[in-house]
């Protein structure tokens, strides 16, 4: 198994443009977390999926950020429009449902709003 | 509400020595998991070790292991015999009906 896929690895946009990071989670895990790491805040989660579902996403910041799961190996997290506040390292991770044995990260997008 | 609290924001070991990470966590739940994940310069998150609430028994993983204290909510990390590559930052997470994770603590490994 290749583990978590996201893409792309780097991300520069200018304010204003829509930016749309991807990820493949791995086969036959059930749930899917879409988080934030900023030196300011930490690790935060934005929005997590069960069976292509979304859960919770209470961690999602505004209207600007959306996700969608539309199958169980494909999500996406658009920002739209992108500001400079936005820049930061965006993680996708996926588990099992019970999650007991933790999650499996993607290398992760860094994502820079100029 | 649930919370997890790293209080060492940084902490260096003498190589092939062993050094302890704190973590404390809260939450009213009696069925959680808690994982020690490390995130080396690369970026790449990853598990070290992981520790079920109902289980008693300390994890252990190689050179890695937990002090788990369920009363005092508490979930150490103890690297043993440091090496080089464990630099790294250390994240402390909890997961049950919600996740968090704490603000980590930089490991320096001194040659």
């Known amino acids: 198994d290749a583990g978590v896929i996201q893409s792309p690895r780097h991300e520069v946009t200018e304010m204003g443009q829509e930016v749309t990071l991807r990820c493949k989670p791995i086969?036959?895990?059930?749930?899917l977390f879409w988080y934030r790491q900023t030196m300011m805040r930490g690790l935060e989660l934005l929005i997590y999926?069960?069976?292509?579902?979304?859960?919770?996403d209470s961690g999602m910041p505004e209207d600007r950020f959306s996700a969608k799961m539309p199958n169980a190996s494909f999500s996406t997290l658009k920002i739209q429009p992108s500001e400079p506040r936005d820049s930061a390292v965006y993680f996708c991770?996926?588990?099992?449902?019970?999650?007991?044995?933790?999650?499996?990260f993607g290398s992760g997008t860094r994502l820079t709003v100029v | 509400a649930q919370t997890v609290t790293q209080s060492q924001p940084e902490m260096s070991v003498q190589e092939a020595e062993t050094v302890t990470l704190s973590c404390t966590y809260d939450?009213?739940?009696?069925?959680?998991?808690l994982f020690w994940y490390k995130q080396p310069p690369s970026r790449q998150m990853i598990l070290v070790i992981r520790?079920?609430?109902?289980?008693?028994q300390n994890a252990t993983e190689n050179r890695f292991s937990v002090n788990f204290q369920k009363a005092a909510k508490s979930f150490s990390l103890k690297i043993s015999d440091s090496q080089l590559g464990d630099a790294a930052m250390y994240f402390c997470?909890?997961?049950?009906?919600?996740?968090?994770f704490g603000t980590g603590t930089s490991l320096t490994v001194i040659p």
């Open positions: 991770a996926s588990s099992h449902r019970r999650w007991n044995y933790g999650y499996t």
């Open positions: 086969s036959g895990h059930n749930s």
């Open positions: 999926f069960n069976n292509n579902v979304p859960i919770d």
């Open positions: 939450t009213s739940e009696s069925d959680y998991y």
């Open positions: 520790q079920e609430a109902y289980k008693q």
């Open positions: 997470a909890y997961t049950g009906n919600q996740f968090y």
